[in-house]
């Protein structure tokens, strides 16, 4: 009778929590409902088309690799594609309860399957078929035996390519196949079921995750950059922007693989100035001080408490780059000021001129204080150190650079004009304000070349923007990322547990009233890109704000135009006999054919997934080997760096490598060239 009493009071109290958690989602929707219609640039209206919308997002969001519901699940959801404005409208969150259960119920459905493949004897004589097309949308599985097979191949699949990643030789992977596979099975499966637990497991569990999937539904109908956090996430997004703790400045997160892989590297940090780590990075293993982390199976929460472990000062991370190759790599932590050494000015040598080059990896601020120094403060130091050396002309690299700050943007706007619009904002009451620079002169009046690429996003396109409308500088590279809007972070209530929206409130315009919304920023001489048509832009996210043109208030003021004819035709003539442009486009053919849109199926084999993989390889190798092969131009530090870095050899190594990866970028070398003939011509008239 006692037992039967604590499990009907657990029963009560579980069913008591459930019901506050439901209560909580209610007000949650309710609150995020309110503060779309009130803040959100364009509020869509909550009808049919809303309903079909979400319903679409919030499903690919809760199954988004279509392995987990049944064809039969959706024909039960289908009904709600029209329904759910409805339930919005009477806040009725009852329908929330379904998506759930059938969730759990086929997460546990899955992780059975799984347990039984344990015990399975595998076929690897090619009996059964993989295919691949990038291109086609999963169905969802028909029956249990579809289920099935997709689970004992996919197990398969991993097994082997595990195989070939520990060996890249076929004849090893051959001879010890037996007894590499007989290790790797139980492995693969319980990472497998680790992927399913933590969905389940999880800080709030599987209710959580459903519900804040549909309230990101619902904010990505909005637009593709608002989104949910609940408290936790806005607590880590706060302790990622510090500025004063040594770490080893990376952040990690899982793929959808459940494998564990740097999310972000922060500029100037231990992970940045080592120069070997990249995003996407797999991260095998972690090693300090004898504890060793393997990251099977552990979720990413455990990985940053090893990281953060004040006894790990030192880590060897085991990392599996993208192209299959495993690498070792130290890092010490070190204390990354973001105000003082992020940005870095070097002089290239170039017929007795001197051009300066900054790499600007992002518009970083100091949040904490109201007129904080950021990366427009830290660019004038170094120009200024560049001008003692006497320097003709400016390279400013922006390729990468997502954004940031729209103050620092509009700082550094300021430094290479006189004065005048430089932007403007947009409402969503249609309310129109021009950003302007006030500041009479400039720090720099030479000439100006800006490179961009496709991921140059944001603030980037608002500071290159500026200066090509002004004809300040020559921008160079490939179009832009296309996104001309801002957000801000806004509590959906006091109570903190209801959590945080990052909500699109702006759109901003050139100073010519037009926008690069989707378009991006063109160049004004385009260099060709290993990411051409890779679909990443702005204008390939769903619901993405569109473009548009508004009538300015002030009248923009340009310089005289730099005449370009000439001096793109030559650039155009020397891309076309540059070996290494031609690498760069063979590469983009070969990566958007065989990765990007791949169309392919072989026997499940050894030798089929072998051959597979070292085609992978081979590409990512090419891919990620795009340099010249040697320095192309000398490139130098000013007086100032060569004396700070003077008093380490570490620093002085690192500094060197750097010079040598800069010096072998087949972009910067025809940046300086382009730059070298409007200097001459500049001074020609």
């Known amino acids: 009778m006692i037992f039967k009493f604590r499990s009907l009071a657990l029963l009560f109290l579980s069913i008591q929590a459930l019901g506050q958690d439901h209560t909580l989602f209610c007000k949650q929707l309710e609150a995020v409902h309110e503060t779309v219609n009130q803040h959100h640039y364009n509020p869509k209206p909550v009808d049919d088309d ?93 029956s249990e035996a579809h289920q099935k097979r997709y689970w004992n191949k996919r197990v398969r699949y991993e097994i082997i390519t595990s195989i070939i990643e520990k060996d890249s030789l076929l004849t090893n992977a051959e001879a010890n196949f037996t007894s590499l596979e007989k290790t790797l099975k139980p492995k693969i499966i319980q990472q497998q079921i680790c992927i399913l637990d933590e969905l389940l497991n999880q800080n709030g569990g599987i209710e959580r995750f459903v519900k804040e999937a549909f309230l990101n539904a619902y904010l990505h109908y909005q637009d593709p950059n608002s989104t949910f956090f609940n408290a936790s996430e806005k607590t880590q997004f706060e302790t990622s922007v510090s500025n004063n703790q040594l770490s080893f400045g990376l952040f990690t997160g899982k793929n959808k693989n459940g494998e564990i892989i740097i999310t972000y590297i922060q500029p100037g940090s231990s992970a940045f100035k080592n120069g070997t780590l990249e995003v996407n990075d797999i991260v095998k293993s972690l090693e300090s001080n004898g504890d060793v982390l393997e990251t099977y199976c552990v979720a990413n929460n455990d990985i940053m408490a090893f990281l953060n472990d004040s006894n790990h000062k030192t880590v060897h991370f085991e990392l599996k780059k993208q192209n299959g190759t495993i690498q070792t790599v130290r890092l010490t932590k070190i204390k990354s000021e973001v105000e003082t050494n992020n940005i870095t000015g070097y002089i290239i040598k170039n017929e007795e001129k001197n051009i300066g080059y900054i790499k600007i990896p992002g518009f970083y601020t100091d949040l904490e204080t109201p007129n904080g120094l950021g990366v427009a403060n830290d660019v004038a130091k170094e120009l200024y150190k560049l001008q003692k050396e006497s320097i003709n002309g400016l390279i400013l690299d922006l390729r990468f650079n997502s954004g940031g700050s729209m103050k620092e943007a509009t700082d550094l706007s300021g430094m290479f004009i006189n004065r005048g619009p430089l932007a403007i904002i947009k409402h969503n009451n249609g309310e129109q304000f021009t950003i302007k620079d006030s500041q009479r002169g400039s720090l720099f009046n030479k000439p100006l070349l800006i490179l961009i690429n496709g991921y140059s996003a944001s603030a980037s396109e608002f500071f290159a923007g500026a200066m090509q409308d002004y004809n300040r500088a020559v921008v160079v590279g490939s179009p832009s990322y296309g996104k001309a809007t801002a957000q801000v972070i806004l509590p959906l209530h006091e109570n903190s547990s209801y959590g945080f929206v990052k909500l699109t409130v702006e759109k901003f315009y050139r100073a010519t009233g037009k926008s690069h919304q989707q378009l991006g920023v063109n160049p004004d001489i385009k260099l060709p890109s290993v990411f051409d048509n890779f679909d990443s832009g702005e204008k390939n996210m769903p619901y993405a704000l569109g473009n548009d043109t508004i009538l300015p208030q002030l009248k923009l003021m340009p310089l005289k135009k730099v005449l370009l004819k000439d001096i793109a035709n030559k650039s155009y003539a020397r891309q076309k006999q540059d070996s290494s442009f031609l690498k760069i486009q063979n590469v983009n053919t070969a990566v958007l054919n065989k990765l990007v849109h791949k169309k392919k199926q072989y026997p499940l084999t050894l030798n089929n997934i072998y051959d597979d993989f070292n085609e992978f390889k081979t590409i990512w190798n090419a891919f990620n080997s795009l340099k010249l092969e040697k320095e192309a131009f000398q490139i130098t530090n000013s007086d100032s760096t060569t004396e700070i870095i003077s008093y380490s050899d570490e620093d002085k190594q690192q500094n060197q490598e750097y010079l040598t990866s800069l010096s072998r970028d087949v972009y910067i070398n025809e940046a300086q060239k382009i730059l070298t003939d409007i200097i001459n011509q500049t001074n020609n008239h």
Do not use: M, P, W
Request: net charge negative; charged share 30%; aromatic share 16%.
């Open 50 to 142: 809303f309903s079909t919308a979400v319903y679409h997002l919030f499903i690919n969001k809760l199954d988004d690799r279509q392995h987990l519901f049944t064809q039969e699940d959706l024909h039960s959801f289908s009904k709600d594609s029209l329904l759910l404005d409805d339930y919005v409208k009477n806040n009725d969150c009852d329908f929330i309860l379904k998506y759930t259960s059938t969730l759990d119920n086929r997460i546990q459905q899955s992780k059975a399957i799984l347990e039984n493949l344990k015990s399975t004897t595998f076929d690897y004589t090619g009996k059964d078929t993989l295919y691949f097309d990038a291109d086609k949308k999963f169905k969802y599985f028909k």
